[in-house]
């Protein structure tokens, strides 16, 4: 089973070694290790792991949190595996086929930010949705720049497409943590450039 752990813990040496070290001990095959902020004596990392057998997210997130100084953020089921270039094979997708290239967009997300579903709404209506994607979706005064919101059931992201009169809502299981400024950044990168190729078939 893939798993994604969020991690909060002291940034100073050893201690990301001790994480690794009780994610070995337990059996778990570290497959990636993503740094997602140092400050204020702390650093965030997210850990792909190969865990051995059937565990919960729940399971996990309690065998983990008995080490020392960690606080785990979050526990949640992933299909990304690291090594993947899901960046650029979407990209290429779209380059290929820029009419597609929201439709593109909306069926990548998921994999690219460790979430269960996206889709795009427009108008009050959903114009494109990924596998697992609900058929309607109440976007809720749509931001005007992305964001992060920790509704009850799901961790979502929202990130508009003004150029295209859309918005994209990537949505996280609730065992998962918010999502985080540095994945917030990078799917606004992504979707700037999937947004500007799309426009040129329009224009």
Request: charged fraction near 20%; proline fraction near 7%.
């Amino acid at each position: 089973m893939l798993l994604r752990l969020r991690v909060s813990l002291p940034d100073r040496p050893g201690g990301l070694g001790r994480v690794a070290k009780a994610l070995g001990t337990l059996g778990a095959d570290i497959l990636q290790v993503t740094v997602l902020e140092r400050e204020a004596g702390r650093a965030v990392d997210d850990f792909t792991v190969s865990w051995p057998g059937q565990v919960t997210p729940a399971e996990a997130g309690e065998r983990l949190s008995v080490v020392p100084g960690v606080r785990v953020e979050g526990v949640w089921t992933t299909k990304e595996v690291p090594g993947s270039a899901l960046d650029y094979d979407l990209l290429s997708h779209v380059v290929a086929e820029p009419g597609r290239g929201l439709a593109t967009l909306v069926d990548a997300l998921p994999g690219l930010c460790g979430a269960e579903w996206s889709l795009a709404v427009a108008d009050g209506m959903v114009r494109h949705a990924s596998l697992a994607a609900p058929d309607s979706f109440e976007l809720p005064a749509p931001p005007p720049r992305a964001v992060a919101v920790d509704a009850r059931e799901l961790r979502l992201m929202l990130l508009p497409v003004l150029d295209h009169g859309m918005h994209l809502v990537v949505a996280r299981a609730a065992a998962g943590p918010v999502f985080h400024r540095a994945e917030i950044e990078r799917a606004v990168r992504i979707v700037d450039v999937v947004a500007k190729l799309a426009a040129r078939t329009v224009s």
